[in-house]
């Protein structure tokens, strides 16, 4: 998948930045960054700017954190991301929405962040999960 479109819920930290970081995370498209892994996906485009120069005291990190360096290039965190850190997140990819990135190839394609609440995400991780569940009659061979 190239160009997928993924949405997600503001972070813990971001107040860390600027009044319009967040509305510019949400209208621009991002390039995946050809320096992407498994750890996390590298975006490059429009700079998220920090409201101050201070640094944060590390942190736990989700699956799908979208930490900002000082350089302002955002990069969301993958499977093998590490367990902590001391960039501010300024969102999070909502758990439904992460095998879109997991498919993005390194040095192709864009994303694109839509902002969704944390119920619109529950119930989405919801509907994913239900269509992903068996029927009893697809595991034992017979209903009920």
């Known amino acids: 998948m190239e160009n997928p ?5 503001p972070g813990p930290q971001a107040g860390y930045f600027g009044d319009d970081a967040l509305q510019v ?26 409201a101050g120069n201070g640094e944060m005291i590390s942190g736990g990190m989700a699956l799908g954190a979208v930490q900002v360096p000082a350089g302002g290039q955002p990069i969301v965190l993958l ?3 590490q367990t902590v850190g001391g960039y501010p ?17 390194p040095g192709a394609g864009s994303v694109r962040f839509q902002a969704v609440t944390v119920e619109e995400a ?10 992903w569940e068996p029927d009893e009659a697809d595991w034992t061979g017979h209903a009920g």
Do not use: E, K, M, N
């Open 5 to 9: 479109s993924v949405r997600v819920i």
């Open 25 to 50: 995370l949400l209208t621009q498209p991002y390039q995946v960054s050809p320096t992407s892994d498994r750890t996390g996906l590298r975006l490059a485009g429009p700079r998220l700017a920090r």
């Open 79 to 81: 499977a093998d991301r």
């Open 89 to 105: 997140v300024i969102a999070t990819v909502i758990r439904a929405d992460l095998p879109l990135l997991a498919q993005c190839l």
């Open 122 to 131: 529950q119930r989405l991780w919801r509907a994913r999960q239900s269509a």
